[in-house]
């Protein structure tokens, strides 16, 4: 291997792979918080709304990111839309993220239990608080697992960003293997950055669902 | 000037007040009627049992006094306001903050508790102090800690649902109910899914609150608390209420043979 490629493309791949975690993470947030709105909405007793929204999903669901990538940056300007590659890149993977998300909070609100919903009602908790309280760090437990797979799926729906000229990590290492020719390098370096990137994300995750099931898995001799 | 001759309703003591008044009361899951022209009137203090077999109705009826579930023909009035519904005609659903005011007033424990499992017995029983009653955080869990002692789990308080046993379990969310003040208290087979060596912590408590005059309907199979704690024992059969009076009555001078017929079965399983 050619260490000194590494000196010399360093910078530019550990930029990309900034680039990437903040495209990942924007662009993750945004799914997330599209898809429990649309999960959220979806459970309004308006007629027809779920089914447009089921719609939406099962449509996001069934075409290619890369697809909708280029009609969101591409098609964009025809209805007045212009974003600039990263802005589109995030918006994107939002977009694509979010039926999927959407579909895990249905999931999670289905899975909890009736009986902590009507105990909150009864007691005249309003609806927000019922939310926030009950709802969602019961149905968090078993929904978590999903969504930290997700956010995984989605780091790696990033390289897809390097079609738009995203600066990032894809886009970089592609512009070091085409000025180099060193194509094994490249891709070994790559694939460390992606794998750094999910081994971190997924070691969260382990600790968050750790920290969620605490009161569940205690040791008996933890208490008394 | 004085109150007593400004007050309307001078004369009328409040122990005579009704509570709850059921009337004309009918309840259809789909084609299936439930509940069929329910008449059924709790006072102040009174403690009201509702037995009967299985499927006749009890938890439906319960459900329908705080509008856990809705109902399509006669009223139920808490303290005289119609229970889910706007008055007037044609009626519409009450708005949530109304129902909200309503249910404030109505406490429910369930057959298998509902407690939050994320949350300590403490912080089950100071929630609702804080979301609805709006009390500031350490007064809440003061109150609820005085509640948990109230129960006898003073030294439990920091557990969590899931290293509780099943009748800590239900003592918590008892607390939780009473905490909140309420006028009337609904139970649905509060003891039903705990282990027979622990019902009779949960009936205690129970006994309790009867004592200090909370008026309570308790749907229950506990045939000794109906006879011992109840002013009021209702039979259900079948969607109507077959048999209501005092427990005396009911258990050993009915002419129905429905409830006899209950009641035999309910012996011959508790004999051995
Ligand atoms: N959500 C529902 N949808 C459809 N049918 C229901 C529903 N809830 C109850 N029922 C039916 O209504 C009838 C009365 O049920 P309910 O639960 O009130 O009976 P119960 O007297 O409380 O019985 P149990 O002693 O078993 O608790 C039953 O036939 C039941 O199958
Ligand atoms: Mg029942």
């Given at each position: 291997m050619d260490y000194d490629l590494f000196l010399r493309y360093g910078p530019s791949l550990l930029r990309g792979f900034g680039m990437t975690i903040l495209c990942w993470a924007a662009g993750t947030a945004l799914?997330?918080?599209?898809?429990?709105?649309?999960?959220?909405?979806?459970?309004?007793?308006?007629?027809?709304?779920?089914?447009?929204?089921?719609?939406?999903?099962?449509?996001?669901?069934?075409?290619?990111?890369?697809?909708?990538?280029?009609?969101?940056?591409?098609?964009?300007?025809?209805?007045?839309?212009?974003?600039?590659?990263?802005?589109?890149?995030?918006?994107?993977?939002?977009?694509?993220?979010?039926?999927?998300?959407?579909?895990?909070?249905?999931?999670?609100?289905?899975?909890?239990?009736?009986?902590?919903?009507?105990?909150?009602?009864?007691?005249?908790?309003?609806?927000?608080?019922?939310?926030?309280?009950?709802?969602?760090?019961?149905?968090?437990?078993?929904?978590?697992?999903?969504?930290?797979?997700?956010?995984?799926?989605?780091?790696?729906?990033?390289?897809?960003?390097?079609?738009l000229t995203v600066p990032e990590l894809m886009y970089e290492a592609q512009t070091m293997a085409a000025e180099t020719f060193a194509a094994f390098e490249t891709i070994f370096v790559m694939a460390l950055f992606y794998w750094l990137l999910v081994e971190v994300v997924s070691r969260l995750g382990r600790r968050a669902e750790r920290k969620l099931t605490s009161h569940l898995t205690q040791k008996a001799g933890a208490v008394s | 000037m004085t109150d007593v001759t400004a007050s309307p309703i001078a004369g009328s003591s409040p122990e005579d007040r009704p509570m709850i008044t059921i009337s004309h009361l009918s309840k259809s899951f789909g084609e299936t009627q439930v509940l069929k022209d329910i008449n059924l009137t709790v006072h102040k203090s009174e403690v009201v049992c509702l037995i009967g077999p299985s499927g006749s109705g009890k938890s439906t009826l319960l459900r329908c006094l705080n509008f856990l579930e809705s109902y399509e023909a006669g009223e139920v009035r808490m303290e005289g306001r119609l229970v889910g519904y706007?008055?007037?005609?044609?009626?519409?659903?009450?708005?949530?903050?109304?129902?909200?005011?309503?249910?404030?007033?109505?406490?429910?424990?369930?057959?298998?508790?509902?407690?939050?499992?994320?949350?300590t017995a403490m912080e089950n029983v100071r929630e609702a102090l804080v979301q609805v009653k709006g009390l500031p955080l350490e007064e809440a869990t003061a109150k609820a800690e005085?509640?948990?002692?109230?129960?006898?789990?003073?030294?439990?308080?920091?557990?969590?649902?899931?290293?509780?046993?099943?009748?800590?379990?239900?003592?918590?969310?008892?607390?939780?109910?009473?905490a909140m003040e309420p006028h009337v208290i609904l139970f649905d087979e509060p003891t039903s899914a705990l282990d027979p060596e622990l019902v009779g912590e949960v009936l205690q408590v129970m006994k309790d609150l009867a004592a200090d005059g909370m008026t309570m309907v308790v749907v229950t199979h506990e045939m000794g608390f109906a006879a011992n704690v109840a002013d009021r024992v209702a039979f259900l059969d079948g969607g109507h209420i077959v048999e209501d009076g005092p427990p005396r009555q009911v258990f050993h001078e009915s002419s129905e043979p429905r409830v006899r017929q209950f009641l035999q079965t309910y012996h011959e399983r508790n004999s051995f």
């Open positions: 799914g997330m918080l599209i898809g429990f709105l649309l999960a959220l909405a979806r459970r309004l007793p308006i007629p027809g709304l779920s089914w447009v929204l089921r719609a939406y999903i099962e449509v996001v669901r069934g075409t290619p990111f890369l697809v909708q990538l280029f009609l969101l940056y591409s098609g964009g300007p025809f209805i007045g839309i212009r974003l600039d590659a990263t802005t589109a890149g995030i918006v994107g993977l939002g977009i694509y993220g979010s039926a999927y998300f959407a579909e895990i909070f249905r999931g999670g609100f289905a899975a909890v239990p009736k009986g902590y919903v009507e105990a909150a009602e009864s007691l005249a908790l309003p609806p927000g608080a019922i939310l926030r309280r009950v709802v969602v760090p019961t149905m968090l437990i078993s929904i978590l697992p999903a969504l930290v797979n997700m956010m995984i799926i989605l780091t790696k729906e990033t390289v897809v960003l390097s079609i | 706007t008055e007037g005609f044609p009626r519409r659903k009450m708005k949530n903050r109304e129902l909200r005011a309503l249910r404030r007033e109505v406490g429910m424990v369930f057959q298998h508790f509902n407690l939050w499992p994320h949350m005085a509640m948990l002692t109230r129960v006898g789990l003073a030294d439990r308080m920091h557990a969590h649902p899931s290293r509780l046993s099943g009748g800590q379990q239900q003592r918590v969310a008892i607390a939780r109910v009473v």
